[in-house]
């Protein structure tokens, strides 16, 4: 079983770096083969063309509640009826074109949704890679917060605050290994596709708040870390909101996520 997940993680790894080196730097995963034929947009082109476009936020439910674009469809890529949910949205504003946004850079979901439309004939579809966040920033007067608050770009939290609750890799994996060690999986169906990092010890909970929740309650009541995994680093962002609100004392997640975890690896086995 070993040797199956060593290869799944290398296989994973190689994936990534192929596709970065196909890819400008900043957006790796344009250069991987499904994804090479979608049509990517900068923030100059969504803030010029936004009032003829479909705007479809393909996140979680919980993250789209946090920050999302004012106007946008929340139609999450891991529910099985993604396209149905679009198709029926397409048909509800006909004429525009469809643009797929996520957590950006290294968020895996917007690239997913335009394949799974592509494949349902739905082609006519733009991804906007920069994520949320690059939204928020150019365009704060469209933004909705938390269900509708006054946006301004200090609400978001700070890199620093951010800093302060992530680990690289490697000591993230010592530390969540313990057997003590409270750990959830974040990461959506696409991303993780069943396998655990810490041999059945983690708990997938799909940024489902009501499955987190008691995890919250048992790291506060027994003073033990929380270990947040999730697959770039930019998911785990949004439930900062609520573990600090909740006054979760002690939290981390992998700087980079998962694939800043898996290019470790891969490094380590090409070691000569």
């Not at 106007?71 to 993604?82: K, L, S, T, Y």
């Not at 929380?226 to 909740?246: N, R, T």
Request: proline share 5%.
């Amino acid at each position: 079983m070993r040797r199956f997940l060593t290869s799944l993680f290398v296989y994973s790894a190689l994936s990534l770096a192929q596709a970065a080196w196909a890819s400008p730097p900043e957006f790796p995963h344009r250069g991987i083969h499904a994804y090479q034929g979608q049509h990517f947009v900068g923030l100059d082109e969504v803030q010029d063309r936004l009032d003829s476009l479909l705007v479809i936020d393909v996140r979680s439910g919980y993250e789209y509640g946090i920050l999302h674009l004012n106007g946008a469809r929340n139609i999450p890529v891991d529910e099985a009826d993604f396209v149905a949910r679009l198709k029926q949205a397409m048909a509800e504003k006909p004429g525009k074109t469809v643009m797929f946004y996520c957590n950006g850079h290294l968020c895996i979901q917007s690239y997913e949704a335009a394949r799974l439309a592509s494949e349902a004939g739905i082609s006519d579809t733009l991804v906007f890679d920069g994520g949320v966040r690059a939204l928020a920033m150019r365009l704060p007067e469209r933004m909705v917060f938390r269900g509708g608050q006054p946006f301004q770009t200090d609400k978001l939290l700070s890199f620093e605050l951010l800093a302060r609750h992530e680990l690289p890799p490697e000591e993230f994996m010592k530390r969540a290994s313990g057997m003590d060690a409270l750990v959830i999986d974040i990461r959506h169906h696409l991303q993780h596709k069943g396998i655990s990092l810490f041999a059945g010890r983690d708990r997938f909970v799909h940024f489902d708040l009501d499955a987190i929740k008691p995890y919250m309650e048992q790291a506060k009541s027994s003073g033990r870390p929380l270990y947040i995994v999730d697959d770039s680093g930019g998911q785990a962002v949004w439930l900062y909101y609520v573990l600090e609100e909740a006054g979760v004392p002690e939290y981390y997640t992998i700087k980079g996520g998962t694939q800043a975890y898996f290019a470790g690896l891969l490094r380590t086995v090409r070691r000569p």
